[in-house]
Structure formats: C-alpha cells, structure tokens
C-alpha cells in the first residue's frame, strides 16, 4: 500500500510509519510539527519508502500520486495542549479531518481516525463500551479536544455513508511509550522526568482518580489490525488494567528508585474520574489484546526518557 499518515512526526505518527514500512508498505508522513518533531522520524530519512511533507492539515491537502489508505492522526494530544492550543485543536480535528476524508474519497483510499477515550468524557458508564454515547461539557477548556474527536467521528461516518468512503474509527485510551514529549504536561513524560530528576511527583487532586495505560506498541498492533479489518464502527483500543494516579506515582517512583515521594496538586477542570476500555470488541473482531505488561512497558520508556535527559 501507499500510505498518508497526518501527524506522521507525532509520538503515535511516528511509531505507526515504523510499523507500516516494517510491514512493507510505502510512507508519507504529513505534519506541521507544532507538538510533532522531525527527531521521531529522523531514522527514517534516506529510507526510499519514507517521505515527509511539512503541511498543516487544516490547509488543503495536496498529495502527488495514488493513496491506497490514509492515516489521520494529526492533533495535539496533551490537555496542557488543549489549553495553550484550543483553536488548532478544533482546526485539525473539523477542518484537518474534512481535508483528510476529501483526499481519501478523491485518491479511493480507505481513511483511519485516531479517535480517543475522550469522546466518552467524563464517563458515567464503566467500563466504557463502544455504544457508550460519552458524558463530556462541550465549553470545559478540554471541550475543544473531545468535542473535535467527536464531530471528526461524525464526518468520518458521513463520508461513509454519503460517499462510501472505506472508513475506520479507533478509540485510543492512555497510551505511552519512547518518543512523548518530554515536557508533554501528560502524566507518563511528567513523572518519568520528575522521578529521573529526584524531584516529588505532582499527582492532581487526591490520585483517587484512574487511568488504563497502553504501551505503544500494543496500540499500533491494534490499529494495523483494525486497518486491515471490516469493522466500519468505533473500537476501543487499550489496556484494561485500570490503576489510580497515586498507586501509578508508586510504582513511578519504585522503578526509578526515586526517594522523593509526591506532591499535590490541584486537579484541573473536568479531569475525568475513571477510564477503562471494555476492549471485547477489539478481543473478538480483531483478535487483539495487549500483551506488554505495565512494569515492562515502562522500564522501557524510563530507559528512553533519561537518555534524554542526559
Ligand atoms: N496527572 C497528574 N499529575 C501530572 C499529570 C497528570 O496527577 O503531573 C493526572 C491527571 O490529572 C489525570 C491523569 O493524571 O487524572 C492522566 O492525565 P494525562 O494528562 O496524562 O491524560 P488524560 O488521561 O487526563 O487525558
């Protein structure tokens, strides 16, 4: 296949045009780099399947040559984004998404949406399931993110319907992995840094609250398969295993030996309670189920993040 992948110098971006010229299929990354960085991509230049074209999606997209399948993944994905970047955010997930899907219906290829958990907001349903509608305030400053997910996932089902365009939705929870920014604002990039440093990590509010984290080459594995797949509707990709904030800092500070403890902080606005992927779907239609375990997963990524530090 010959593959877009927007948000292609992205944490997730990149790890997907990795897996993608691993499977033996030709690459172009799109990105305007605002939260992208071309060090995530910076291996894969001189391959001759890989090209990156500098573009902001909100603009017309011009691409030369067949598609077979775009990848739309360009967004920032951090609330402290949301809030220094709540009108791009809204951009790239209406207008960017628009652009995207007119490529795909004129190219013929099939369109994948990097959804997120976040269209289930603050959920009153738990675990979340696909046919959970979401509990999410459209004017909270992570409104303009969860907002855009969800009128991306309504003009992706649009195109489908109205042009027949081959399309995908998967729902990302809490991913993590080598690659995030270091200074994200997210809870990995911030405790892995903090613990690294020997300073206390800010948990928000009491750290009663939960979150399920994905190493990343879980997501991506569930995402090719999706891909390749007939399943026209959402699919919630993640782990399962649910932990709050605080017992997540313990285990931080554990790996890293960091003897600082925690600090509070206040929680900011709207910060969901709990989240859990019901992931049965993915389980029974995709065959797919996590398989890298927290303490693994993180190690990893704890390795990542102090080589950059240092
Ligand atoms: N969080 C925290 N300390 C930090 C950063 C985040 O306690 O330094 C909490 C945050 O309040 C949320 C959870 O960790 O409850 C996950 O936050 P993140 O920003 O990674 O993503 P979210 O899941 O909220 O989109």
Same mark, same amino acid.
């Given at each position: 296949m010959r593959v877009l992948?927007?948000?292609?110098?992205?944490?997730?971006?990149?790890?997907?045009?990795?897996?993608l010229l691993a499977e033996?299929? &030709?690459?172009?990354?799109?990105?305007?780099?605002?939260?992208?960085?071309?060090?995530?991509?910076?291996?894969?230049?001189?391959n001759r399947n890989f090209k990156f074209i500098h573009h902001d999606v909100t603009e017309y997209i011009y691409v030369k040559g067949p598609l077979d399948a775009i990848l739309h993944f360009a967004?920032?994905?951090?609330?402290?984004?949301?809030?220094?970047?709540?009108?791009?955010?809204?951009?790239?997930?209406?207008?960017?998404?628009?652009?995207?899907?007119g490529l795909a219906l004129a190219k013929g290829a099939r369109f994948l949406l990097a959804s997120t958990s976040e269209v289930y907001g603050d959920p009153l349903v738990h675990p979340q399931q696909e046919?959970?509608?979401?509990?999410v305030?459209?004017?909270?400053?992570?409104?303009?993110?969860?907002?855009?997910?969800?009128?991306?996932?309504?003009?992706?089902?649009?195109?489908?319907?109205?042009?027949?365009?081959?399309t995908r939705i998967v729902r990302i929870f809490?991913?993590? /992995?080598?690659?995030?920014?270091?200074? &994200?604002?997210? @809870? @990995?990039?911030?405790?892995?840094?903090?613990?690294?440093?020997?300073?206390?990590?800010? @948990?928000?509010?009491? /750290?009663q609250q939960t979150r399920s984290f994905c190493y990343c080459s879980d997501l991506i594995d569930g995402i090719y398969r999706l891909l390749l797949?007939?399943?026209?509707?959402?699919?919630?990709?993640?782990?399962?295993?649910?932990?709050t904030i605080h017992d997540f800092a313990t285990v931080i500070n554990e790996l890293t /030996?960091?003897?600082?403890?925690?600090?509070?902080?206040p929680l900011p606005v709207d910060d969901p309670k709990q989240r859990r992927p019901d992931i049965t779907k993915a389980r029974t239609r995709l065959g797919w189920e996590p398989k890298v375990p927290l303490r693994e997963g993180m190690e990893r990524t704890i390795a990542w993040f102090r080589d950059r530090l240092h």
């Open positions: 992948v927007t948000g292609g110098a992205g944490f997730l971006g990149s790890h997907l045009c990795d897996r033996g299929h &030709d690459v172009i990354a799109m990105d305007n780099l605002i939260t992208g960085s071309t060090d995530n991509i910076e291996h894969l230049a001189g967004s920032p994905a951090s609330p402290i984004d949301y809030l220094e970047l709540p009108i791009q955010t809204l951009k790239v997930g209406s207008l960017g998404t628009h652009n995207a899907l046919t959970y509608w979401g509990n305030n459209p004017i909270g400053p992570r409104g303009v993110y969860d907002e855009a997910k969800r009128f991306a996932e309504a003009m992706t089902m649009a195109y489908q319907r109205s042009h027949g365009v081959q809490n991913t993590y /992995g080598p690659r995030m920014r270091l200074r &994200d604002g997210r @809870v @990995v990039p911030n405790f892995v840094s903090q613990s690294l440093r020997g300073e206390p990590l800010t @948990v928000y509010g009491e /750290g797949s007939e399943e026209l509707e959402p699919v919630n990709i993640g782990n399962p295993a649910e932990m /030996g960091n003897a600082a403890g925690i600090r509070y902080e």
